[in-house]
């Protein structure tokens, strides 16, 4: 689900047996137990110098103590591959941005819980923090000539009051004031209730000092990009009704000499991301026109660095436009995108012609197979990329590709431990809809030793968003469900992203809809292949994969056992405490629930709540703002009172994203089997037997 911004699961969670804990160690050698989660490593952030000769990164290991996944920044010499650390053994480093002339490096940190920008010397390997920050900085971004740093900040804003209290006589421990709330969105996933204020654009020296504010007002500013030496391109949404239209945006031009600002784009939709060209001339930005759907894509547009002659390019690639950066030439662009499982490179023209540049990007989503990637490009007119590779059965390394020297993955994060452990074999297949014929994409992971002989049990693992896509990327998740022999299978159904604005559009106001058919075509599939026993299926799915499994057992009683996670149960409820819950509303739903209830209700999988036979688990994070804990207590409690078997896990301090710590992770995999092993039909055979056996 739409994303704005961006914690140890309690010992008392669901007691549920599970055979990886219960084997001999001896056994565990060769096998991905939940505690090799501990041992991956994986890449983000590639930033290769300007001329082309280094790569800084960011290092991530699970360090198993604070149970967090940290980040190192390490550099890497292109040409021989030599790489060291560079900000290690402290606070986790992120962020890393080259200056201009590639010889210092900025980087984010905390220091005693406050967030720190430093700047980092190449040569003597010195760094000192740029300045003392309250709040965190974000998007640093260096000027032409090397001599201003811009950063966006929050700025607390005055808290709302109607009174005045009395001071309280000394000693008198009184209630905490009252809090007072006057906006539509005040609490958001990951941050909680939310603090009066908005996003603001700063200005501060390369050498250090006191940053400098150049945006105010009531509409959050962001995203600083330089134009010149003395203009800045910000982004944000100063409509009247930008409380409600939260997709609305504009790019603005921002002169430091008088703080003046002026619109370069003006039409209803988001107009963001705007990248300057080599020359200074030509502004490239995505948007698109709003329709006021469920999803559109962005497309590419080229405007004059004044805002005129805006066109847009390549409009027949049938992408949603990521990541963009122009080549040192300035003829053409480099795009990052979603295209059928894989994620792409596109080097697009400016005259709109494309073609796939690098293949293979992916690897930054360890948890389970979503579609993540990252790349940066060189000033050298022969241009070099830097990117994250990823493949089934390794997490992100970095790679490198360009026209003068050799293609090849730099790192090998993880050649310590996966090498050494039986791993899932991979497999893409395609299968048509049963709905209307469509081709749906999917992979399947086979476990260790498969054979085809119809016994295995088997996991349908449905991705959220549901405008997302899964493809082969390694995912620690699935590698546990296959460690424990089950065969597991993940899809894009209709709705995903990365294959065209109409697939995704489908389910449009008809979410879920026939995506259910498209999931039980691929399970169909797998059972006629004879790869799983048709008695031991079982489903999960998380967010917008939770909302279709909480709908698949309100349809079919195939399953033997589900667990919904963080779903949506009632899009009546989530349309009005969500904290997206104006884009549902608007975008998604686009009726008002008090005039037309059924529209929410039509869609909801509480509605479906009386056909349900399957033993179902809900689990949700107790900080979760996106689907709320009360909307899966209600799918609990419905099952409860309908006498089906069902339990409820809450996930302590976990947001939305519960795979944000490595024991939240293990503990939600490992939950979903241990219930899944409950209802296996062969284990309850097996289990029952044993009794006799003992009396």
Known sequence: MPVKRHLIPAACMLALAMPALAQDKTDDSRKFTAERVFDLEYATSPQISPDGSKIVYVRHSMDQRSDQDRGDLWIIDVKSGDQRPLVTGGPPASGPVWSPEGDKLLYSTVKDGKPELRLLYLDSGDSFSLAQFEEGPRGAAWSPDGSKIAVSM??????????????????AEWNDPVKVIDDLTFRFDGQGYLEDGTEQV???????????????????????????????LVTGNKAED???????SEIYALELSDLSMRALTSRDGPDQSPVVSPDGKTI??????DHVLAYEQANLYLMDADGSNVREIAADLDISMGHTEWAPNGRSLYVQGENAGNIDLFEITTGGKSSIAVTGLGGTSIGRPYAGADFSISQTNRPVIAYTAGSPNTPSEVAVTGRNVENRVLTSLNDDVLPYLDMAKVEEFKVSSSHDGREIEAWVALPPGFEADGSYPMI?????????MYGPFFAAEIQRYAAEGYVTVWANPRGSTGYGEEFAQLIDKAYPSQDYDDLMSVVDEMVSRNYVDPERLFVTGGSGGGVLT??????????AAAATIKPVINWLTMALSGDIA?????????????????????????SLVG??????????????????????????????????????????????????????????TDNIMGWFEKYDPVKTDESESEAGEAE
């Open 550 to 559: 909480a709908w698949i057992v309100g349809k079919t009683d195939r399953f």
């Open 202 to 232: 700063f200005v501060l020296s390369a050498s250090g000092g006191s940053p400098r504010q150049l945006t105010d007002g009531e509409a959050d500013m962001s995203n600083p990009v330089w134009l010149d030496d003395d203009t800045l």
């Open 154 to 171: 929050f700025v607390p804003g005055d808290k709302p009051s109607f009174a005045t209290p009395p001071d309280q006589p000394e000693g």
């Open 582 to 606: 104006p884009y549902v509303w608007r975008h998604w739903i686009r009726e008002d629930p008090w005039e037309n209830p059924d529209a929410y209700w039509e869609l909801s999988p509480i």
């Open 242 to 248: 930008r409380d409600i239209d939260t997709v609305e």
């Open 284 to 289: 490239a930005f995505r948007g698109y026109d």
């Open 611 to 668: 056909n349900v036979e399957t033993p179902t688990l809900v689990m949700v994070g107790e900080e979760d703002y996106r689907t709320p804990a009360w909307e899966a207590e209600q799918f609990y409690t419905a099952l409860k009172l309908r006498g089906i078997d069902t339990a409820l896990i809450r996930v302590p301090g976990s947001p939305h994203y519960i795979a944000g710590r490595p024991s939240r992770l293990i503990a939600k």
């Open 460 to 468: 349908l693992e449905i991705h959220g968003g549901p405008f997302s």
